[in-house]
């Protein structure tokens, strides 16, 4: 016996998320059967919402409502630092330890050889032509994960920048050997970024 088609097509959008199996996803869609309707709807629009009126900033790759976003509008900012994530997750933990005031860039990714993701396929062409547009720009902050891929980028970021003037730091001190940006606490992201070190 089959379910019914609604509850069957909802178990099929649950399975399409990371992580989501099929026992998981069917235990999900009987949970939202028996949610109150104005929860289930605010949820409905939130998934849409989050979709549609969100985007990439063109000038850092920050997800934002409006374009460019605001902390590269904010003009009150360091002008003059790029700190460099792998993704947004990265850039709000650092964000919101309050420490650091300048620019960020998103790369949306890390190198990967083994995985076929090369310079091109993660956002270094726009951090280049940001630093060749903006010579206030004096210091790249790469804040790639400390894994194998994360410092495989963060030396081909060295070597691509360094020749044009630009200094160029990597996040240390504190953040153990493996470990994720954004599930480093808030001290020891405030060290790491105090405690850069030149590469
Ligand atoms: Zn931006």
Known sequence: MQYPEPIAKLIDSFTKLPGIGIKTATRLAFHVIDMP???VT???QALISAK???RFCSICGNLTET??????LDTSRDQTT??????????????????????????HGVLSPLAGKGPDDINIESLVTRLQKNAAITEVIVATNANA?????????????????????????GLAVGSDIDYADEITLIKAVEGRTAL
Request: with cysteine.
């Open 37 to 39: 309707e104005e929860d």
């Open 42 to 44: 605010s949820f409905a």
């Open 52 to 54: 549609r009126d969100l």
């Open 67 to 72: 374009d460019p976003c605001e902390i590269c």
């Open 82 to 107: 790029v700190l460099v994530v792998e993704d947004v997750k990265d850039l709000m933990a650092i964000e919101n330890t309050g420490e650091y005031h300048g620019l960020y860039h998103v790369l």
């Open 149 to 173: 891929e994360g410092e495989a980028t963060a030396m081909y970021l060295s070597r691509l920048l360094k020749p044009a003037g630009i200094k160029v730091s990597r996040l240390a001190t």
